[in-house]
Each structure stands twice: as structure tokens, then as C-alpha cells.
């Protein structure tokens, strides 16, 4: 073989590995907009429950503030019999009223959870599969130094 010929081969060898390299780094760009994006995700979730969490301190107060409103009736039922039975009403009302926003948050929390969970769960996955396809970047270009070599 002679030099001109294995300089050919030299070249065409590199420019193999320069699009390998240039489509291993396409990839990492790719996977690293998927991380961002996913980050973005992450951030909205936490954006909602941290609201959640503000609503359940709101109406943790509202509970608070209506055991006590319970408690002035109470002292005032025997002069106010009537009176506190229209309270005591109204007070129910409240109570399922609160009971429902509850209940709505506790489904709505535990929805926020398990789609933490999927998009945790997505993440890892996405991660098992660009270290995947790394090593096996890995290898070919093993493979060619190899063939280069020899």
C-alpha cells in the first residue's frame, strides 16, 4: 500500500469519527434540552404544590378560626339558644364546604405526586438510555481507534 493510499484511508477514517463525534454531540444537545426541559417541568411542579401548600395553610386557618367561632357559641347556648342554633347551621355548612376543599386538595396533591413521580421516573429512564447510547459511542470509537491503529 502505498502512502498516498494510506493517507486516503487516514482521511476518510477521520472524517468516519468527525461525524460520529459531530452526531454524539447532536445527541448530547439533544439530551441536554430534554433535561432542561424536564427541569422546566420540575419547577412548575413545585411551583404547584408550593401553591397547594399555601392553600392548606389558608384553610388550616379557616378550620382554626371556625373551632373557635364554635367554641364563643358554645359558652352563649343558654341565652342564645335560638341565635346559636342558626350558627351552629351555618358553621356545618362551612364545615363540608372546608371538608370538600380538602378533600379536592388531598386528590390534587396526590395527583402533583405521581405525575413527580412519572416525570422522576421519565427522567431516570432518559438517563439510562443516553448512558446507553454513550457507551456505545464509547465502543465505536474504541472499535476505530482500534482500526486505525492497525
Do not use: P, W
Not at 392548606?56 to 364563643?72: C, H, I
Not at 370538600?100 to 438517563?127: C, G, I, P, W
Amino acid at each position: 500500500m502505498t502512502t498516498e493510499q494510506r493517507l486516503d484511508r487516514v482521511e476518510s477514517e477521520f472524517a468516519t469519527i468527525r461525524q460520529l463525534l459531530t452526531s454524539a454531540a447532536t445527541y448530547a444537545e439533544s439530551a441536554n434540552r430534554r433535561i432542561d426541559e424536564l427541569g422546566v417541568k420540575q419547577d412548575r411542579t413545585q411551583i404547584m404544590l408550593d401553591e397547594l401548600g399555601t392553600k392548606q395553610d389558608r384553610t388550616q386557618a379557616q378550620l382554626d378560626q371556625l373551632g373557635l367561632k364554635v367554641d364563643q357559641l358554645s359558652n352563649r347556648v343558654d341565652e342564645f339558644v335560638f341565635h346559636t342554633q342558626r350558627l351552629f347551621n351555618k358553621a356545618g355548612s362551612e364545615t363540608e364546604e372546608t371538608k370538600a376543599r380538602t378533600e379536592r386538595l388531598e386528590a390534587l396533591m396526590l395527583k402533583l405526586d405521581r405525575n413527580y413521580e412519572e416525570q422522576k421516573s421519565q427522567f431516570q429512564e432518559f438517563q439510562r438510555s443516553t448512558n446507553a447510547a454513550l457507551e456505545r459511542i464509547d465502543r465505536v470509537l474504541d472499535y476505530l481507534l482500534r482500526q486505525s491503529g492497525s
